[in-house]
């Protein structure tokens, strides 16, 4: 894992394997450049909490989260945030972060406190831009790999 980042220059991405955030409803398009993006192992990191907001989530699906689950969601990355601003040791972030893979789970471990601050600062992030935007459209679409 180079780094804990949303990428948003569609130039940036390499193969296909990138969780979208669409804005609105999923209208059978990809890509779109009003869309951000994330490598699948940093997505990983934060999709727990939208397996439990999205009824019938799915990693590999197309699926459409309203303003309610939105809202869960939200309110759930606050909370990750400030468990990992108060956490001194990777230890204490255990069943809070989520890994996909056992290579990224070392990563973080090994380099805790650049991962901390880069989760903390994707997550504020996101939060800002679906804050701005679910009111707006009502629906962010969680395109899946």
């Known amino acids: 894992m180079e780094q804990i980042q949303i990428i948003k220059d569609r130039s940036k991405l390499e193969g296909t394997c ?8 999923y209208k059978g398009k990809h890509w779109d450049e009003s869309s951000l993006f994330f490598d699948e192992e940093v997505f990983g990191l934060i999709e727990v909490i ?15 989260a309203d303003s309610n689950s939105w809202g869960k969601i939200l309110t759930e990355l606050k909370e990750l945030s400030e468990s990992l ?43 800002a831009w679906a804050e701005t935007n679910i009111n707006k459209y009502g629906h962010i679409a969680v395109l899946g790999i």
């Open 85 to 127: 601003r108060s956490a001194n040791d990777f230890n204490e972030i255990i069943g809070k972060v989520s890994f996909v893979f056992g290579g990224t789970r070392d990563y973080f471990q090994n380099h805790f406190q650049s991962c901390r601050g880069q989760l903390q600062e994707m997550i504020s992030e996101l939060s």
């Open 50 to 64: 939208f397996e439990r907001n999205i009824p019938n989530y799915n990693h590999y699906c197309m699926n459409d």
């Open 18 to 25: 990138y969780i979208e955030l669409c804005l609105g409803k």
